[in-house]
T-cell receptor, first 110, second 116 residues
Framework: GDSVTQMEGPVTLSEEAFLTINCTYTATGYPSLFWYVQYPGEGLQLLLKATKADDKGSNKVFEATYRKETTSFHLEKGSVQVSDSAVYFCALSVDDKIIFGKGTRLHILP | GAVVSQHPSWVICKSGTSVKIECRSLDFQATTMFWYRQFPKQSLMLMATSNEGSKATYEQGVEKDKFLINHASLTLSTLTVTSAHPEDSSFYIC????????????FGDGTRLSIL
């Protein structure tokens, strides 16, 4: 069945480091792909999305490219801040159902 | 835009009590809303899909008599945990989509339910 696999955390980085959180997916159709962020005690916020192959989802600081050939949607940010500490969920949507990865906890050290 | 409000954000109650959680789409109409449950440090588990004016579709293993879902209007869905017990303690999150077709869901802030 459809599934999302993302790197296990926690990931610990120093401030201003480059961030990559890997995400790969398995889907029978043509899913849309998303990254969501969850801050402690809060719900999920949409970070970015991509709806077709080679689309680059971006919110100006985070980005991820929909790679059909490698079935991947890795999240990247050039320079992380302490405020980026959160749990990041990769997700896919097919037939209006959303399937989440297990989440990657990110700790940024000042 | 696309704001989903969930209430209450935190509730503590005694075992055997029924608890109602509301999920509202504030600035859009949501034909479909979703209810998730999240255990500590885990991903979200879809409990049910709620369609306005019809019965909810429950995922396998979710007790429909335990978790009652009502979607009476295009802006409101409710989840009632009936006769709650400590094992029902969890973080419950709702979401809504503006339109169908693999569009992003917009999430409420979640409700932390603690059953004593």
């Amino acid at each position: 069945g459809d599934s999302v696999t993302q790197m296990e955390g926690p990931v610990t980085l120093s401030e201003e480091a480059f961030l990559t959180i890997n995400c790969t997916y398995t889907a029978t159709g043509y899913p849309s792909l998303f990254w969501y962020v969850q801050y402690p005690g809060e719900g999920l916020q949409l970070l970015l999305k991509a709806t077709k192959a080679d689309d680059k989802g971006s919110n100006k600081v985070f980005e991820a490219t929909y790679r059909k050939e490698t079935t991947s949607f890795h999240l990247e940010k050039g320079s992380v801040q302490v405020s980026d500490s959160a749990v990041y969920f990769c997700a896919l949507s097919v037939d209006d159902k959303i399937i989440f990865g297990k989440g990657t906890r990110l700790h940024i050290l000042p | 835009g696309a704001v989903v409000s969930q209430h209450p954000s935190w509730v503590i109650c005694k075992s055997g009590t029924s608890v109602k959680i509301e999920c509202r789409s504030l600035d859009f109409q949501a034909t479909t809303m979703f209810w998730y449950r999240q255990f500590p440090k885990q991903s979200l588990m879809l409990m049910a899909t709620s369609n306005e004016g019809s019965k909810a579709t429950y995922e396998q293993g979710v007790e429909k008599d335990k978790f009652l879902i009502n979607h009476a209007s295009l802006t409101l869905s409710t989840l009632t945990v009936t006769s709650a017990h400590p094992e029902d303690s969890s973080f419950y999150i709702c979401s809504a989509s503006i339109v169908t077709g693999n569009q992003p869901q917009h999430f409420g802030d979640g409700t932390r339910l603690s059953i004593l």
